[in-house]
């Protein structure tokens, strides 16, 4: 069997600045390939103070496609193997797909292999690894300096554990795909079910959450996704947890939260925390309605919430549009008598005394609405994680609470019994608007809750003052 032994460097993006192919055969190397390439792009300094690679060395080297068919023709029949595979491999297959072209190799990774032939070790990475192990690297982080330290250190895992090589080369193992930090058994402990799970690093950080209907099925996509994004991600990524939520509507929810107490680094979507502006209403000593937003500790019954004066005010421009709202008492134009709009005719009137007040606040009305829950209090009740338990999300005066679970057999659920085992949370725009996208096409699962029922049976004990 023959092996192509890659490494390569970059411009720390997925652009190849050098790279070298060492043709190994179990025993020695038979062939050779080493090349600077131009990456047709400037090379940052971080880069070149790890590797000494700067834009005048590879100014006259071969592009990429000029070295395309060496690479296609030294690799052929040969196995690809690489320290942290995935990351050569991908750039390199990368580089062929821009030029059209296809890459498939049969890939074994030194990093996954050594973790599994010599267990135990403090560190994975080449550079302690070669020093635990004694073998020689020069030249490091050049890529004929880290090939020639790799070919060392894949002849010595190919003594000690050849039956544990061979076995990651079978047509149905997938194992040289997975991160190499990962135990293939935390892939094989993941649940097909619905719920929220997490990529956490050697130091057990969480780098990123996300959810699923079915666990197991959306890690695999992560890790098969050849997005640069996705790479970084799963090349960080020692170990996998998750939370088991029984719904899809309680695993956004959940996610959401997560998100937002942890702050992962890969989750740029609902990072945000801590609304500050609050969309409110009030009515004039005319009688005409306006709409208006504020500080959110000094309103009181919130119709919505912002995370800055920016988006609250694009919301109500488009709330104004929609509904044709006059800006002045919407407070988007403001020291004037009339509203610029009114000229345009996207205003009828009420600002210049030509249209009735009542007619006026009937459209406040219905734009408000359309913001606002159909039914102020309510418990929309679903699925639980199991056959005998049902899980429910509670909202109050409009305001989400949180979710929890209770056992099905449990006949005639009260209030109370809902507040227990209520596991609170903090009410923001994302789960307002999560809400009301399933409420959409699920309004059959909403039980609305009257307030006279909601003073007498909540668990005041459990809930404290968080209702009202």
């Known amino acids: 069997m023959m092996y192509s032994i890659v490494d390569i460097e970059t411009t720390g993006g997925d652009k190849i600045t050098e790279i070298s192919i060492l043709v190994f055969d179990g025993e020695k190397v038979v062939d050779e390939f080493t090349s600077l390439v131009n990456p047709e792009c400037t090379i940052p300094y971080y880069i070149t103070t790890l590797t000494g690679i700067n834009d005048r060395m590879v100014a006259n080297a071969p592009k990429f496609y000029e070295i395309a068919k060496k690479v296609l023709e030294i690799t052929e029949n040969t196995i690809f193997v690489a320290h942290s595979v995935n990351f050569d491999y991908n750039i390199i ?28 070790l403090a560190s994975y990475s080449l550079g302690k690894l070669c020093s635990s192990l004694h073998i020689p690297i020069s030249n490091r982080h050049r890529a004929k300096g880290d090939a020639d330290a790799t ?11 050849e039956d544990i090589i061979n076995s990651s080369l079978k047509p149905k193992s997938r194992e040289a795909t997975l991160p190499p930090l990962l135990p293939k058994k935390v892939i094989e402990s ?49 170990n996998i947890t998750f939370t088991e939520t029984g719904s899809e509507l309680l695993a956004l929810l959940h996610e959401s939260s997560e998100i937002k107490k942890r702050y992962p680094k890969y989750n740029r979507a609902q990072r945000r925390t801590g609304e500050s502006i609050a969309l409110f209403s009030y009515q004039d000593r005319r009688g005409i309605i306006h709409i208006a937003t504020n500080k959110i500790k000094l309103v009181q019954q919130p119709i919505a919430k912002f995370y800055n004066a920016s988006e609250a005010r694009t919301f109500i421009e488009k709330l104004c549009k929609e509904f044709e709202l006059c800006p ?4 988007l134009q403001s020291n004037v008598s009339s509203c610029f709009h009114y000229q345009i005719k996207e205003c009828k009137g009420v600002c210049r005394e030509e249209e009735a007040i009542d007619s006026y606040n009937s459209r406040v009305k219905k734009a408000l609405q359309s913001v606002q829950f159909a039914t102020e209090s309510f418990i929309i009740n ?87």
């Open 93 to 120: 297959q990368k580089e062929f797909k821009a030029l059209g072209a296809n890459f498939q190799r049969k890939k074994l990774c030194t990093v996954r292999l050594s973790r599994k032939i010599i267990p135990g």
């Open 151 to 161: 070919v060392i250190l894949f002849k010595m895992l190919l003594e000690k554990g």
């Open 328 to 331: 002045k008492y919407c407070h």
């Open 190 to 238: 993941l649940p097909e079910k619905e719920g929220v799970y997490y990529f956490r690093n050697k130091e057990n950080e969480v780098i990123y959450v996300g959810k699923a209907n079915n666990i197991k099925q959306r890690v695999l996509s992560h890790i098969y996704d050849k997005s640069k994004k996705e790479i970084n991600m799963c090349l960080e990524t020692a």
């Open 382 to 468: 679903e699925k639980g994680r199991h056959q005998n338990e049902t899980a429910y999300v509670l909202v109050v005066n409009g305001i989400y609470k949180g979710f929890g679970y209770i056992d099905k057999q449990h006949e005639n659920t009260s209030l109370a019994d809902y507040s227990e085992n209520l596991i609170m949370q903090k009410d923001n725009k994302d789960a307002n608007r999560i809400l009301k996208w399933y409420l959409k096409n699920n309004s059959d699962r909403m039980i609305p809750l009257g307030k006279e029922m909601i003073k007498e049976n909540f668990n005041f004990n459990v809930l404290a003052d968080m209702l009202f």
